[in-house]
């Protein structure tokens, strides 16, 4: 009886999600791009949804489960987020010259700040 009450949630979460790039990331036009590395933490209760990276609103990338990302951004400060299911995060970053980013992103909505 329990999976009769699963089953439609993983079709919702299945229909209305995307894994891969789904808009292209603002194009860098500085000669020194920073490199954003994107890091989805793997997790048992996520398996199935795609956690969506957003820059500035737009959805960026759909990660799956211990999956990797890189893009590159020009400096400046970016507001990231991702969605996971119904739950979302924004956060405003400051992207430093010079200095790439990784981003390990887990299912609690945590953004962790740059060292």
């Known amino acids: ?3 009769f009450r ?3 949630l993983l079709l919702l ?3 209305s999600t995307t894994y891969g790039p789904m808009s292209a990331p603002p194009a860098p036009t ?5 490199t954003v590395s994107l890091h989805r933490v793997e997790s048992i209760s996520g398996a199935a949804v795609p956690l969506v990276f957003t820059i500035d609103g737009t959805e960026i990338y759909g990660l799956r489960n211990g999956e990797t ?3 590159k951004l020009d400096p400046g400060q970016y507001v990231f987020g991702w969605r996971f299911g119904f739950d979302t995060c924004n956060q405003a970053v400051w992207i430093r010259p010079g200095k790439d980013i990784d981003l390990t992103l887990s299912n609690d909505c945590s953004i962790p700040p740059e060292p």
């Open 1 to 3: 009886m329990r999976a």
């Open 6 to 8: 699963l089953v439609p």
């Open 13 to 15: 979460a299945g229909c």
């Open 30 to 34: 500085s000669r020194n791009p920073v």
């Open 69 to 71: 990302h890189r893009l």
